[in-house]
């Protein structure tokens, strides 16, 4: 494990290969004991005078999904930007896939889909991803690889009928798809997610996370999908709550709602945002 001001030491040795995935598991399956592919300990992120993270301590484990739940606003941006190295003001120690947060060799092991679609709208769905394959994977001798690569992650989002389009002409959901398509250029170890499904309709909502199950099962990645929409919830194996900068739970789903006596991840969140408030009422009063 190393802190951020560590970074100048020597890196952490590669993990080791996982194990092979499993068939695609119901959410509430045991979390595996392979190590984390995120492991958090006194996270802090400090942005002016506003603390956006307080001292957080989690674990994300690998070839599972794991949701990051909360309302906009509580931090789950600034997390996931911390995660892949591109958070500045960050203290406590984060590792990821076995080594520093932000470590140049995680580059080509991440995969980061931001709220706002990363695509250029002067080329087409395929110029788009071609440009980001030759980023990653450069050189002639890899044109063949690329090209596979390419026609696999189009494939995967579905946009086959719409690769000579202009991204310029795209739909919203569609743009969203290509910048999920980029994201899973290379098949990465860890795949970030923010909010990949806002503003998406049911249907296709529906089908991004059979998309996405089938990735964690059939090729062992890992994946962190923040959402606001407490429905989707119930579709992830575990899940951090978010408030206010700050966990509230970390279980799967079955875990919280019995943890609250709660028919819903969405009643367990409510009953936990309630239990905090009263907990800070009673220490405010002691004082």
């Not at 309302?71 to 120690?93: D, E, H, W």
């Not at 090209?147 to 189009?154: E, L, M, S, W, Y």
Request: charged share 30%.
């Amino acid at each position: 494990m190393m802190n951020y001001e560590d970074r100048a030491s020597e890196p952490l040795d590669d993990p080791a290969p996982d194990d092979p995935a499993p068939d695609d598991p119901a959410p509430d399956d045991p979390v595996p004991t392979a190590p984390a592919a995120v492991r958090a300990r006194d996270l802090t992120v400090v942005r002016g005078p506003r603390t956006v993270l307080r001292t957080l301590d989690f674990a994300v484990p690998r070839g599972r999904i794991t949701g990051l739940l909360g309302p906009s606003g509580c931090g789950k941006s600034t997390l996931m930007r911390a995660i892949v190295g591109t958070q500045a003001k960050v203290t406590g120690t984060l590792d990821v896939l076995g080594r520093p947060a932000g470590h140049p060799a995680l580059r080509t092991r991440i995969g980061y889909v931001t709220q706002a679609p990363s695509v250029y709208d002067d080329l087409s769905v395929r110029q788009n991803l071609d440009y980001f394959a030759a980023v990653l994977d450069p050189g002639r001798a890899a044109a063949d690889r690329r090209h596979d690569n390419v026609t696999r992650a189009i494939a995967d989002v579905d946009l086959t009928g719409r690769t000579d389009a202009l991204a310029a002409n795209l739909s919203g959901g569609e743009r969203s798809r290509v910048s999920l398509a980029v994201a899973l250029l290379g098949a990465p170890e860890l795949l970030v997610l923010d909010e990949p499904t806002v503003g998406l309709d049911p249907v296709l909502r529906r089908d991004l996370w059979n998309l996405f199950h089938d990735i964690a099962a059939s090729r062992g990645t890992t994946l962190l999908i923040s959402s606001h929409v407490m429905d989707e919830a119930e579709r992830c194996h575990r899940l951090l709550l978010m408030r206010e900068g700050e966990i509230l739970a970390d279980g799967t789903p079955d875990e919280l709602r019995a943890r609250t006596g709660s028919d819903t991840v969405e009643a367990a969140f409510l009953h936990l945002v309630d239990e905090a408030a009263e907990a800070t009422r009673k220490k405010e009063r002691t004082r």
